[in-house]
């Protein structure tokens, strides 16, 4: 069975501040997913990265994918109050199909 | 806009009331899939179809059963919801194609057991 590892599990920052979202894995998977899920909602995909090594970046969010692609990272600049919400990394693996490996989750808050 | 629709989006039964929960899709996805969340954990995954072939998982209670009388709409009935079974349920969708797994989500429907 594979394990995403997540950290941290909480984050309470100021606006303005920048943050760091780890996921980490002793195994390698093919796919990895962020998704920000927001009180009450389901979770809304950010991005899918495939490749190691690969860098994307959305707005104020850049996603990393380790070159051996076990770990992943999220990087917001600038936090904003409306990034307050529950952060989840998903890993997707060649031989389990469409199944997704989720890690614990980092609950952020943003403070104005 | 395609899309992961679910209802109803809050959904209050009394112990031990079979409850139906719905969900459907116009993203045309081959893979629906069923998840249960409770407060600020990841999603667990109770079973999946892959077209009419229905997954489930080995510590999914029998209590939990799902329909998918057909490609966009898929069933969560719950035969006996007991206090323990409250959580945001979430329906998902995905296409298998390559290395991609993405999963796309519903809003979800929030389960009140009284």
């Known amino acids: 069975t594979q394990l995403l590892e997540q950290s941290p599990q909480f984050l309470s920052i100021q606006e303005g501040e920048n943050l760091t979202v780890y996921c980490n894995s002793s195994s390698v998977f093919s796919s990895l997913q962020w998704y920000r899920q927001e009180p009450g909602e389901g979770p809304v995909l950010l991005v899918t990265v495939v490749t190691g090594g690969e860098v994307k970046k959305l707005k104020r969010l850049t996603f990393q994918f380790g070159d051996a692609r076990k770990d992943s990272s999220l990087h917001i600049t600038a936090a904003q109050p409306g990034d307050t919400g529950l952060y989840l990394c998903a890993g997707g693996e060649r031989d389990a199909g469409n199944m997704l490996t989720f890690g614990g989750g980092t609950r952020l808050m943003v403070k104005p | 806009d395609a899309m992961v629709i679910q209802n109803p989006r809050y959904q209050v039964t009394q112990f031990g009331k079979p409850v139906t929960l719905s969900c459907s899709q116009t993203l045309n996805h081959n893979v629906m899939y069923w998840y249960q969340q409770k407060s600020s954990q990841a999603p667990k995954l109770l079973f999946h179809y892959y077209d009419k072939d229905f997954n489930n998982e080995a510590d999914t209670p029998d209590n939990f059963q799902s329909r998918r009388p057909n490609t966009s709409f898929c069933f969560l009935d719950i035969r006996s919801p007991g206090l323990g079974d409250a959580a945001m349920y979430l329906c998902?969708?995905?296409?298998?194609?390559?290395?991609?797994?993405?999963?796309?989500f519903g809003p979800g429907t929030r389960l009140t057991v009284l």
């Open positions: 998902a969708t995905s296409q298998i194609r390559g290395a991609n797994h993405e999963q796309f």
